[in-house]
């Protein structure tokens, strides 16, 4: 099966010169799914260009992108913020994640080879290293991380470039409930089995994992409402 190739990752001093405008998009909605770049937190087009080593230019194409698409919201001297989402948007955020990856695991969970689950292999040994159960500290913005990488890549081997953009912006909407923990705490030994199961049965090319995909995603949708900074939102 032929993957869309995800979507650069970008170590600040590679910035390749084709491309500059949707490079520095990527680089900046990495930063924001990632949480370094927190809601509220001012994003200076000079400094980015600076750390980037590259012109302002694509930095505020890139911005006036992330503004279209209601991420960020510019304020006076083009100083720009990460808005600060509504329950509302973050609802429909959601409604829109199940559909993209219910979609993405009807379409390929028939055809998957071994070799196509790799990469969700290591997402999710990577995540059992960051569970609490695992270490004195819970690192909890790391196995988030690998939690959006696991789910990403259905859009992924879904094998369509469209689909997978608008998941990305999509998530983009929902990472003050993931990375700033907006929800109750999970119950993360039943989040990491729900994870393994999905695994396993696409392994068997089996259509439980998308009931069980829509099981987890159901009860995160839950946690995340039942959240004080969700219900403190407008």
Do not use: W
Request: charged residues 25%; glycine residues 2%.
């Amino acid at each position: 099966m032929q993957k869309v190739t995800q979507a650069a990752h970008l170590d600040d001093n590679l910035i390749d010169t084709r491309n500059l405008s949707d490079r520095v998009y990527d680089y900046l909605t990495d930063r924001i799914l990632e949480g370094s770049i927190a809601y509220g937190e001012k994003m200076i087009p000079k400094l980015i260009a600076e750390k980037l080593n590259v012109s302002i230019t694509p930095v505020r194409d890139a911005i006036k992108r992330l503004e279209v698409e209601g991420i960020i919201t510019v304020h006076p001297r083009s100083n720009s913020a990460v808005k600060m989402p509504t329950r509302s948007s973050m609802l429909d955020a959601f409604e829109m994640r199940e559909m993209f990856e219910k979609y993405a695991l009807e379409k390929i969970y028939r055809s998957l080879t071994h070799q196509d689950l790799d990469n969700m292999k290591l997402y999710i040994k990577q995540m059992d290293t960051c569970l609490p159960i695992n270490n004195v500290e819970s690192r909890m913005s790391e196995y988030v991380k690998y939690d959006q990488l696991f789910h990403q890549e259905f859009c992924i081997l879904a094998g369509n470039i469209n689909l997978l953009k608008m998941y990305r912006t999509n998530m983009l909407q929902l990472n003050i409930a993931m990375t700033f923990r907006a929800g109750i705490e999970p119950d993360m030994e039943q989040v990491n089995r729900d994870h393994r199961m999905i695994f396993e049965l696409l392994l068997k090319n089996s259509h439980k994992a998308v009931e069980v995909l829509m099981r987890h995603l159901n009860q995160c949708r839950l946690n995340m409402i039942e959240g004080q900074l969700f219900k403190s939102l407008p």
